[in-house]
């Protein structure tokens, strides 16, 4: 039986954060209930016959909606599938919707990472941005996590974000690592068309640090990070030995997942699709068990754009493109395959390559969007 990764997507938030483009919706409380019935009959209609190693529920804030419903969706993705006796589940978690009880209940049901969004400790700041919570809040979730006995925990913090100097930032890396989670992931703040963070950057309301200061914030958590015990594994995520994201690291080994739930996607069989992002829409068509009237193809690869997208995605990992991974996947060898794509990065110090690796240079790590463009 094949091996596959499942995400579950839970579209419902206390309030939308101002940076946010992911599917997700506050105030409709409503729809929850129904929502949830029609993910179990989306799940019950999948085809069984894989053996899971990964199922990830993001949203959305997954910990918004009671922890009787994710009990729910996992018992029925148990009932469906077969579930690897080692397999990582894991649930993203905000302050502010979550209490003891719902954390001993999402370890009842079998979840064994916490993912919990802090973003930044500065309270102002997670003001600015749309965030729900403080940062003693964090803490308190944070502690309660430890509590109840989840012991793989990721943190979430973000930079570049509105008024953030390098010594707040520096401020909030400090504080988390005397937490010790096993994970940490960094992300910059990207300023997405139709948000609310758009409107207030254009309308000036709000400044960004400049881009010279963002990679010194970056460089800055890196080396912070590097030097208490964290591996730098891949451009944004950082974890203690063997506490990688084993989710996250299948997609960019290319491995499959099946996505559930409202505008979820998938990967099977050199096929890309994801559902539908119209909650009604969604609905409407699992209701009336038109489970493919919320399917929506993507792109179907060929041979030369699955190589290419392996190029893409294994860049960006640390350890870059395994040679030999390559070579037995696609039996090419990848530097002879794109050698003049790797002539000019390498030329241009964006890239380095040995006997076993492919992989990115300091300067690549700063430039990687010039990397991506050699192989999209």
Not at 18 to 31: I, Q
Not at 181 to 200: A, F, R
Not at 361 to 368: E, M, Y
Request: hydrophobic share 30%; glycine share 6%.
């Amino acid at each position: 039986m094949k091996e596959l990764g499942i995400y579950v997507h839970i579209p419902f938030c206390k309030s939308k954060c101002s940076y946010c483009d992911f599917t997700s919706f506050a105030n409709k409380e409503k729809v929850i209930e129904k929502y949830i019935e029609c993910l179990k009959k989306e799940i019950k209609n999948k085809e069984g016959n894989y053996i899971i190693n990964t199922i990830y529920i993001g949203g959305g804030t997954p910990s918004f909606i009671e922890s009787k419903y994710i009990k729910e969706i996992v018992e029925t993705i148990k009932s469906k599938f077969k579930i690897k006796q080692e397999a990582e589940i894991t649930i993203e978690i905000n302050p502010g919707t979550v209490n003891e009880e719902k954390l001993k209940d999402y370890k009842k049901t079998g979840i064994n990472r916490i993912s919990i969004g802090l973003q930044s400790t500065n309270n102002k700041i997670l003001k600015q941005i749309g965030r729900i919570h403080t940062y003693e809040e964090f803490l308190n979730t944070y502690n309660l996590a430890k509590k109840v006995g989840f012991k793989n925990i990721n943190v979430d913090l973000m930079l570049a974000l509105p008024s953030q100097t390098l010594e707040e930032l520096e401020d909030s890396v400090q504080k988390v690592i005397k937490l010790e989670p096993k994970h940490i992931s960094v992300y910059s703040l990207i300023i997405e068309e139709g948000t609310k963070m758009q409107q207030l950057v254009d309308s000036k309301k709000i400044q960004l640090p400049s881009d010279e200061l963002e990679r010194k914030m970056y460089w800055n958590i890196k080396n912070k990070l590097e030097e208490n015990g964290y591996i730098h594994y891949e451009i944004s995520n950082f974890s203690k030995k063997g506490f990688e994201s084993k989710h996250n690291t299948n997609c960019w080994n290319q491995k499959e997942y099946l996505g559930l739930g409202l505008s979820a996607h998938s990967y099977i069989n050199n096929e890309r699709f994801c559902n539908t992002s119209n909650i009604e829409e969604y609905i409407k068509n699992v209701e009336n068990n038109n489970f493919k009237g919320n399917i929506q193809i993507c792109e179907i690869q060929n041979e030369e754009e699955k190589k290419k997208e392996y190029m893409l995605l294994a860049l960006r990992k640390l350890e870059g493109v395994d040679i030999g991974e390559f070579k037995n996947k696609f039996v090419d060898n990848p530097i002879y395959l794109y050698r003049k794509e790797l002539e000019k990065l390498v030329n241009e110090d964006l890239i380095e390559i040995d006997l076993n690796n492919i992989k990115l240079t300091n300067k690549g790590l700063d430039l990687a969007n010039l990397v991506w463009e050699e192989f999209v």
